[in-house]
């Protein structure tokens, strides 16, 4: 089994920063593909960022490519999501998830999921 506890999430206002963490418990951290999706109110969850287990190979959505950075430190269990440039579509309930195909999360789907954590923009 596979724990996910993501934090980190707030109120910013448009064009500023958050970092939102991952923290996963259970089974090697290491051989997960990790990922970051997102859920607005009246839509459809949405796929952010992943990356690979090694942590050399990154995927992001065109709508956060250049804003968003995502990265892992295997050592601790926890994997990121640097957002910075923030926007009012921005505003989600991001969730962490943890998987064995980046293919699958960059579809949309993972094998565990965390509760999730929620920003929101003011603009």
């Known amino acids: 089994q596979v724990q996910l506890v993501e934090s980190g999430g707030g109120l910013v206002q448009a064009g500023g920063s958050l970092r939102l963490s991952c923290v996963r418990s259970?089974?090697?951290?290491?051989?997960?593909?990790m990922g970051w999706f997102r859920q607005a109110p009246g839509k459809e969850r949405e796929f952010v960022a992943t990356?690979?287990?090694?942590?050399?190979?990154?995927v992001y959505a065109d709508s956060v490519k250049g804003r968003f950075t995502i990265s892992r430190d295997n050592a601790k269990n926890t994997v990121y999501l640097q957002m910075n440039s923030l926007k009012p579509e921005d505003t989600a309930v991001y969730y962490c998830?943890?998987?064995?195909?980046?293919?699958?999360?960059?579809?949309?789907?993972?094998?565990?999921w965390g509760q999730g954590t929620q920003v929101t923009v003011s603009s």
């Open positions: 998830a943890a998987g064995s195909s980046v293919r699958r999360q960059v579809a949309g789907e993972s094998d565990y």
């Open positions: 259970g089974r090697t951290f290491r051989n997960y593909n």
């Open positions: 990356i690979r287990w090694s942590g050399g190979f990154t």
